[in-house]
Each structure stands twice: as structure tokens, then as C-alpha cells.
């Protein structure tokens, strides 16, 4: 049994996948932990699954291919239904994140004895490579309506729309998750029970191939989805009261 399996959920991205499926594997060599490596590609037009296709054999690698659905959050949690390791774990596939993050997420697990520990830009060690402002802008904003319509969840954890993590899967049952848009931690974080986490600084690097797949729409399907999981946890309560009375008070 894989100690780890890693979902690669992807579109488009034929110049970056084979690097990063070799670069990850290769930083699992000699650490005596055993990686599953798995590719959900949403029948990219680009070959990005006859590219990941090349390398089995080489690794312990599955590559699958949805031709009817789409969303990078669905996809990811395909890959972990059919996957075998005892902690799952995702990472985008456009090289944004560094590869060896997915080993430092383990051993952090290890070392701390966590059941989740989360890619962080934003503790000791996180941070952006050459990032234009208004996308740090998004950012931050993202980030702070996060914590506003999920206060409870959110309250201690610095980087709520990171897309790097892994964890325990016998904290959350994959098969009930129902995540929407690119943010599948937050679905993950909700639905589950984690007793003890922590997050792992990384840099967070500018992408030098492909093209990015963040739009507006992404944007209100997030906002959609934390509102979802603000009113199925009661958390969303606490912002529409603070709001009502301060607008009693005014009035």
C-alpha cells in the first residue's frame, strides 16, 4: 500500500505534466515512503494524458481521463476514490507549486504527528515568486471573505485558498465531499474531522508555461461554495448578526 497517492487534476497541460510527475517521484527517492501518483486530466485537446501516459511504468502512476465532466475540485476527488494510500494528498499540475512540497507535507505529518497538513504561502518560509499585485490583491481579498463567512473553520489557518494539502483519509469520507470550482480544501476542511494540523511554508512560483485558469467565474463559484458551507455549518450566522446589529445601531 502507497503511503501516499497525489491527484494531479488537469486541463491543458501538456508541457508541464511529464516534469512534474518525474520531479515529485523523484523527490520520494530514498525517503522510505512509498508515493501513488495520480493524473485526472478532463480530456484535455492539448495530449496532456498521452504525455502522462509515457511514464507508466516508470513510476506508480494511473491516468484518468473524464470526457463528460469538468472542474479541477470534482476531479480531484475522483482521483482520491480511486486511490489506495493511506494519506491523500493534491497539487496543482501547472508547476505553480514546487514538487518536493508533497514529501515536506509527509513529513511534517510525521514529524508532528498531524492528520493534515496544509501548503502555506503564508507562514515561515511561504511566499510569492514574482507575483503581479493585483492577483496578490485577489488574494488577500479571497482569503479575508473566507474567514468572514466561515469564521470558526478558518480562524487559524493563514492560506484558506491554498491548493496543496494533504491529510488522513480516514478524516473525511471522500464519497459524501461535494466540492465545486478550484477550492477543494475548504470542502475538505469542513466535511471532515481533523484533530491536528499545521501548515508548511513553500513559495508559490509564477507560471512559465501553459495559461492560468483562473477567471471571474472561478471567483463567484468560490464565493458561491463558502456560502454553501457557511449555512451547512451555522457559521455564516455570525457575520449576517455582527452585520444586523451594527446596521440597528446606525438606523
Not at 47 to 66: H, I, M, P, Q, S
Not at 136 to 141: T, W
Not at 159 to 168: K, N
Amino acid at each position: 500500500m502507497p503511503d501516499v497517492s497525489l491527484v494531479i487534476p488537469t486541463y491543458n497541460e501538456a508541457k508541464n505534466i511529464a516534469t512534474l510527475i518525474r520531479e515529485v517521484n523523484k523527490s520520494f527517492e530514498g525517503s522510505g515512503a512509498k508515493l501513488e501518483t495520480i493524473v485526472v486530466d478532463d480530456n484535455s485537446p492539448d495530449g496532456t494524458a498521452e504525455k502522462a501516459r509515457e511514464l507508466l511504468g516508470k513510476y506508480d502512476l494511473k491516468v484518468f481521463v473524464r470526457e463528460k465532466e469538468r472542474g479541477l475540485a470534482t476531479a480531484v476527488q475522483h482521483g482520491w476514490q480511486n486511490s489506495t494510500g493511506k494519506f491523500l494528498a493534491v497539487i496543482d499540475g501547472d508547476m505553480q507549486h514546487p514538487p518536493d512540497i508533497i514529501l515536506n507535507l509527509y513529513k511534517a505529518i510525521g514529524e508532528h504527528g498531524l492528520d493534515m497538513a496544509v501548503a502555506s504561502r503564508k507562514v515561515e518560509g511561504g511566499g510569492t515568486l514574482n507575483w503581479e499585485i493585483h492577483r496578490m490583491i485577489i488574494s488577500l481579498v479571497a482569503i479575508y471573505i473566507g474567514k468572514v463567512m466561515l469564521p470558526f473553520t478558518l480562524w487559524s489557518v493563514k492560506d484558506a485558498t491554498t491548493g496543496c494539502f494533504m491529510f488522513d483519509r480516514n478524516g473525511v469520507d471522500i464519497s459524501k465531499l461535494s466540492p465545486s470550482g478550484f477550492k477543494i480544501f475548504l470542502e475538505v476542511l469542513v466535511r471532515g474531522k481533523f484533530k491536528k494540523k499545521r501548515e508548511v511554508g513553500y513559495v508559490f512560483n509564477q507560471r512559465s508555461l501553459g495559461e492560468s485558469k483562473m477567471t471571474i467565474k472561478q471567483d463567484v463559484i468560490y464565493i458561491y461554495h463558502l456560502a454553501k458551507l457557511g449555512f451547512s455549518t451555522g457559521e455564516i450566522a455570525i457575520p449576517i448578526l455582527i452585520f444586523a446589529g451594527l446596521l440597528s445601531i446606525i438606523v
